[in-house]
């Protein structure tokens, strides 16, 4: 008999009012298990609002040190409201802590009063440090407390986000009273610049000035020797002129009046001689005209004639030395006058002279005082022109200090930015959450259920497995004892259950697709993969039960355990023992999970072919180990005839 025949034969064996429900009841039995299980948890976390839970705010506000109002708590309930992560319900200390104890909420959250103040400190020298404290009850539910993990560390990032804008705009703040200070500075430290180079020329032109006045002064100094020594020659010639004007001019001052007086009396001699010379001459020449005027025949007589021109030269010679002697009697008149003026003058110039010497001695004193100053200032101000060398090379140094200064200040007040309100906000918001981190998925399984879908349906379809022959037979004994091969026998064992566990798995497939969404990115290879995985888990039962018997249902459902641990439905293997990590490639659940994983979200195909080959291996070899068992079966022992364990 064939194997196809003997499979139809076991599937028309369920006739009957009841009986003919049982192949629908284990088609059935993929869909209780995975559909329910997937259908109570497919977005837990999306329907965390529903969860309630206490929140306490017993934060004080406060000021704070730069004046600005600081209400943390109050901000802080207002965005658990606006997230809504949370069945939030604000209530007061004793209701949170009877409603935890109760059950009534999953866990609290109590804002301290002390919430606001440490936040407050942030721009102080020792900022404090703010706390939440948050209160879990793991007897009421423990996944409950896992998912605080979930909104602690949100509630973190709310706070630190609002704690670090809050910081920036205190330091911004503060930049600002800094930013002003500098420009302060700057103006004062180029206002600086600008005086230090001013004095630093005027400290030159102190130190030229003072070499001016030094060599004026040492000009001066010689100047004074050179007045001293002038003024002593003539103190001396003075000593001398007063010895002679007091010893010999007297008596030459006599000597020279009785002289002038002789010489005044001998010119007025001598002008009268010449008077009375030129008068004879002028009567002469009148006498010679009266004659010729007399005697016209002898006017033209040349001997006449030049008597009388004769005559006549002669008069004018006598006129002219008259007029010389009485200027000379004039002037010799004159000198005797001032020669008795020079005798009376001669004994007061003693006394003169003697009194000019006083003031000549003075001066020798005070000449000799300016060069001993003159020799004191050049000493003096050598030493200033040493000061004012040492004050420009200071004044040097103080330029170029002040323009180092000036630098240095506005490289500084450059690099600190200048904003108002709005970009001061922005930077806030940015500096508030610094970093964005941009997630991406390459393959989204997007909710908690269809992330989790290849290991819930791998368990079910496991689990048809193991019900399967429960209420099935496993083989065929009236065929065992004939003539039917093992391998048909084998075949026609595994035929129904795994036509039964075909479809149960697309039963389980279409209502988890259609009704919870799954929405396979390869929809046919996922009902191809369910399938082969579901012949391939048959087989697998189908030995156990036909080697075993019943120990193969206790050894299948140890293998199910394994697999729930070992095939990494849950946690990534490098999170497991290194027991489950050796175990992960020989279970076929592994293989199972890991295709869908790829049909369901996205993947490489050659995992997917990989695992289609494994599973299918799995079957094939399952089946081959079937037919060898079959074929020892039938040789019959007591063991058989007696087994030990009965279901």
């Known amino acids: 008999m064939s194997a196809l025949r003997l499979a139809l034969l076991e599937l028309l064996r369920f006739r009957g009012p009841l009986r003919r429900f049982?192949?629908?009841?284990?088609?059935?039995?993929?869909?209780?298990?995975?559909?329910?299980?997937?259908?109570?948890?497919?977005?837990?976390?999306?329907?965390?609002?529903?969860i309630p839970v206490a929140v306490v705010d017993l934060d004080r506000p406060v000021v704070s040190s730069q004046g600005q109002p600081v209400r943390a708590g109050e901000q802080l309930v207002q965005q658990l409201k606006a997230a809504g992560t949370f069945g939030w319900r604000f209530v007061d200390q004793a209701t949170a802590a009877a409603g935890l104890r109760s059950g009534r909420y999953a866990f609290t959250i109590e804002i301290p009063p002390d919430f606001s103040s440490r936040l407050a400190t942030g721009a102080d020298p020792r900022p404090e440090q703010a706390g939440i404290r948050m209160e879990l009850n793991d007897a009421g539910n423990y996944i409950a407390g896992v998912m605080t993990e979930v909104v602690q560390s949100k509630l973190e990032a709310q706070i630190d986000s609002a704690?670090?804008?809050?910081?920036?705009?205190?330091?911004?703040?503060?930049?600002?009273?800094?930013?002003?200070?500098?420009?302060?500075?700057?103006?004062?430290?180029?206002?600086?610049?600008?005086?230090?180079?001013?004095?630093?020329?005027?400290?030159?032109?102190?130190?030229?000035?003072?070499?001016?006045?030094?060599?004026?002064?040492?000009r001066l100094a010689t100047g004074a020797d050179q007045i001293s020594q002038a003024v002593q020659r003539i103190d001396s010639a003075a000593d001398r002129l007063n010895g002679a004007v007091t010893s010999r001019l007297p008596p030459l001052a006599d000597t020279l009046a009785d002289t002038v007086s002789l010489a005044a009396a001998g010119a007025d001699a001598v002008h009268d001689g010449t008077s009375e010379v030129h008068h004879g001459t002028a009567s002469a020449v009148t006498g010679l005209q009266r004659f010729a005027d007399g005697h016209p025949e002898l006017a033209q007589d040349a001997a006449f004639q030049l008597a009388l021109q004769d005559a006549q030269s002669a008069d004018a010679l006598a006129g002219r030395i008259d007029g010389r002697a009485a200027a000379a009697a004039t002037d010799a008149h004159r000198a005797q006058q001032g020669a008795q003026d020079l005798r009376r003058g001669t004994g007061a110039l003693p006394q003169q002279v003697a009194a000019l010497q006083a003031p000549l001695r003075l001066v020798d004193s005070g000449a000799q005082s300016v060069a001993s100053g003159a020799?004191?200032?050049?000493?003096?101000?050598?030493?200033?022109?040493?000061?004012?060398?040492?004050?420009?090379?200071?004044?040097?140094?103080?330029?170029?200090?002040?323009?180092?200064?000036?630098?240095?200040?506005?490289?500084?007040?450059?690099?600190?930015?200048?904003?108002?309100?709005?970009?001061?906000?922005?930077?806030?918001?940015?500096?508030?959450?610094?970093?964005?981190?941009?997630?991406?998925?390459?393959?989204?399984?997007?909710?908690y259920g269809r992330g989790l879908a290849p290991f819930f349906i791998g368990i079910a379809l496991w689990v048809f497995g193991l019900f399967a022959y429960l209420l099935l037979r496993p083989v065929n004994r009236r065929a065992l004892a004939g003539r039917t091969g093992a391998v048909s026998l084998a075949v026609a064992g595994w035929l129904p259950a795994a036509a039964l566990g075909a479809v149960a798995a697309l039963v389980l497939y279409g209502v988890v697709d259609l009704t919870l969404g799954l929405d396979p990115v390869h929809p046919v290879a996922t009902a191809a993969l369910v399938v082969l995985a579901a012949g391939s888990f048959v087989?697998?039962?189908?030995?156990?039960?036909?080697?075993?018997?019943?120990?193969?249902?206790?050894?299948?459902?140890?293998?199910?355990?394994?697999?729930?641990?070992?095939s990494g439905g849950l946690y990534p293997m490098a999170t497991t023992p290194a027991f489950f990590q050796a175990l992960h490639p020989l279970l076929p659940m592994t293989y199972l999970i890991d295709g869908l994983r790829v049909t369901v979200s996205g993947g490489l195909t050659s995992h997917l072919a990989r695992d289609a080959v494994l599973l299918a291996g799995f079957g094939l070899l399952c089946l081959a180990l079937t037919a060898v068992s079959l074929r020892r079966q039938r040789v019959w022992t007591m063991a058989r005839l007696h087994p030990d364990i009965r279901l």
């Open 163 to 218: 704690t670090h804008a809050a910081y920036v705009r205190s330091l911004y703040g503060q930049l600002s009273t800094v930013h002003d200070k500098l420009r302060t500075a700057s103006d004062g430290a180029h206002r600086l610049a600008d005086a230090t180079a001013t004095a630093r020329q005027a400290a030159a032109t102190f130190a030229s000035a003072t070499d001016a006045a030094h060599s004026g002064a040492a």
């Open 22 to 50: 049982v192949p629908v009841l284990l088609c059935l039995v993929p869909l209780l298990y995975g559909a329910m299980y997937l259908w109570a948890n497919w977005d837990p976390y999306g329907k965390t609002g529903r």
């Open 539 to 566: 087989a697998v039962d189908h030995l156990l039960r036909t080697a075993l018997g019943v120990a193969g249902d206790a050894l299948s459902v140890v293998l199910l355990i394994l697999q729930l641990t070992a």
């Open 375 to 447: 020799a004191t200032l050049t000493q003096g101000l050598a030493t200033l022109r040493q000061g004012a060398d040492t004050l420009d090379s200071a004044g040097d140094q103080a330029q170029g200090g002040a323009a180092e200064l000036s630098r240095t200040v506005d490289d500084q007040l450059n690099r600190i930015p200048v904003l108002d309100a709005g970009q001061v906000d922005h930077a806030a918001e940015v500096l508030g959450s610094p970093v964005r981190i941009d997630r991406h998925n390459l393959h989204p399984a997007g909710v």
